[in-house]
């Protein structure tokens, strides 16, 4: 599906829609409805059972959203934290210098000068993509970040947070105190993050407030172990920068112990290994359209040693995107930080020695996944629309319709009150014909209804307090007892977690 027909479709049904829509919209900002909190809820919740489930050293924190200049002065944020810009000397439209390039510079402009920018604007003689004219320019880097005042005497600064990142390692000197004194130590955020990005575009996928659900494993690199047998004959889709050099541009499935073999630290591989599991196997992303996209010394961020960017194939986007990375950032974060604030946070480990901690960073775009999830899982076919969430993703896990509202409605609300005391978050629906509402729950992604009948609240029938329990992708329909129908869903409606780190271990 296109990225306008997808958005339409989205909009429609109250999943989200641009913010400030009634004055014409602010661009690179959405709201979301009641149908896209529930799905980003859940979204967040898998990503919450399978990170925090790789390790009991794993925790979540909620740290604040607005950081004092202090902060982002140590953090480099206020020097770097840049986009090249390129601006029409015509109609004076700014555009990022990687969109403008992007057919003659694929690889994006990562790395690249202010002036070698200007020079490939010139070379390949790029017109304004706004006015046509060739009077592209190459101005100052352009900081990203929104600052706000702080406080009332308006002297303070403080800024909105660039990544949610910042608050983990902000976190480490007391999340240290307070737990058990050892490493590895993981925080996870799920947070907003701000932007003031000069193109926002491609409705969630370049936005300017997002949330991100980030994990930062603070650990020793002398000592960190994990459960790599775990993972150990996975295949991984890899494009190694080294082969992208030489020209390759298809992914070769290597297994994980392969990767090893060839340089990269296990504690590195088992977490991109569970995060390429995570796309396939929690999110149901094709295996064939993830590609796990290493980035070049000059392409990544100067402070990470390794990183892989998780890329995923969307049509409605027209290519690979990057929904998410893990990123080996080694002792960058917690040393500026250590400087900035004049505290040591080197820590002294059970053998007596003192280390600066390093920190390995998976990151994952909310909102853009949920973009890829409505890609890859909301389809129009055989004259309907049907969302084919995985059923822990379902915003609506459960649809509870009578087939009469006036005879069965009673019964069918009573139902419902049942089945959400038991854990299972369900809607009511009763207008309409019945196929009116199946088409609506199949299109909000709703895995199962169940329609309350005349057997149903007939006490001298047979079927008496069963329901017909239909499946959203099968279309198949079962009588099934109203008695433990929530017991029966529980299963299907957990999201998965990671193999047990013990058990995976032996
Ligand atoms: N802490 C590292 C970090 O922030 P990043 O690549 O800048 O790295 C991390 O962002 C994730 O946040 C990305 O993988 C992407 O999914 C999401 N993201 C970044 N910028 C975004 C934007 N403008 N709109 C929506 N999502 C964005």
């Not at 064939?288 to 969307?314: C, G, M, P, T, W």
């Not at 649809?399 to 809607?427: F, I, N, Q, T, W």
Request: proline share 7%.
């Amino acid at each position: 599906m296109k990225s306008d027909e997808l958005f339409a479709l989205l909009r429609r049904r109250g999943f989200l829609w641009p913010s400030s829509e009634i004055y014409g919209g602010a661009q690179g900002l959405f709201d979301y409805g009641p149908l896209g909190v529930a799905l980003k809820r859940r979204l967040e919740e898998a990503w919450s059972a399978w990170f925090l489930g790789l390790s009991d050293d794993y925790h979540a924190i909620q740290p604040s959203e607005l950081l004092p200049e202090a902060v982002v002065r140590a953090s480099g944020h206020l020097e770097n934290f840049t986009d090249p810009e390129v601006t029409c000397g015509h109609c004076h439209h700014a555009f990022r210098a990687e969109t403008v390039l992007e057919k003659v510079r694929p690889e994006g402009v990562d790395g690249l000068s202010a002036t070698a920018i200007a020079e490939l604007v010139a070379q390949h003689r790029i017109a304004c993509p706004s006015c046509g004219q060739a009077a592209l320019t190459v101005p100052a880097p352009f900081n990203l970040m929104f600052g706000v005042d702080f406080g009332v005497t308006g002297r303070e600064k403080a800024y909105l947070a660039p990544e949610t990142a910042q608050g983990s390692y902000l976190a480490f000197a007391r999340m240290w105190e307070v737990g058990r004194k050892t490493l590895p130590l993981g925080l996870a955020v799920i947070g907003r993050a701000y932007r003031n990005e000069i193109a926002p575009r491609q409705v969630l996928f370049r936005m300017r407030a997002f949330t991100q659900a980030e994990l930062q494993v603070f650990f020793d690199p002398a000592s960190f172990a994990v459960p790599f047998s775990a993972v150990r004959d996975e295949r991984l889709p890899v494009l190694r920068a080294d082969r992208r050099a030489a020209g390759a541009t298809d992914v070769e499935w290597t297994s994980a112990a392969e990767l090893v073999a060839g340089g990269l630290p296990e504690f590195y591989v088992f977490h991109l290994a569970h995060l390429f599991r995570f796309f396939r196997d929690v999110l149901g992303y094709p295996a064939e359209r993830i590609r796990l996209f290493e980035k070049s010394e000059v392409e990544r961020a100067f402070y990470n040693r390794i990183q892989f960017d998780a890329e995923v194939r969307l049509d409605s986007l027209g290519g690979f995107r990057e929904l998410g990375a893990v990123h080996y950032r080694g002792d960058y974060d917690l040393g500026r930080h250590a400087k900035g604030s004049g505290k040591d946070l080197a820590v002294t480990l059970t053998d007596g020695r003192r280390v600066l901690p390093h920190v390995l960073e998976i990151t994952f775009g909310i909102d853009r996944n949920l973009w890829a999830l409505a890609d890859l899982h909301l389809a129009v076919e055989d004259e309907r629309t049907v969302f084919r969430l995985p059923a822990y993703l379902a915003p609506i896990p459960l649809g509870v319709l009578p087939l009469l509202k006036k005879e069965h409605g009673p019964y069918a609300r009573s139902l419902l009150d049942r089945v959400r005391r038991a854990g299972v978050p369900a809607a009511y629906d009763a207008s309409a014909s019945i196929g009116r509402r199946y088409a609506r729950m199949d299109e909000a992604g709703a895995p199962y209804c169940v329609t309350v009948d005349g057997e149903t609240v007939d006490p001298s029938h047979p079927a008496h307090d069963t329901v017909t329990l239909r499946q959203r992708d099968s279309r198949a329909q079962e009588r099934v007892p109203v008695e433990g129908l929530a017991a029966r869903l529980a299963e299907p409606l957990r999201p998965p977690r990671p193999p047990a780190p013990d058990a995976a271990a032996s």
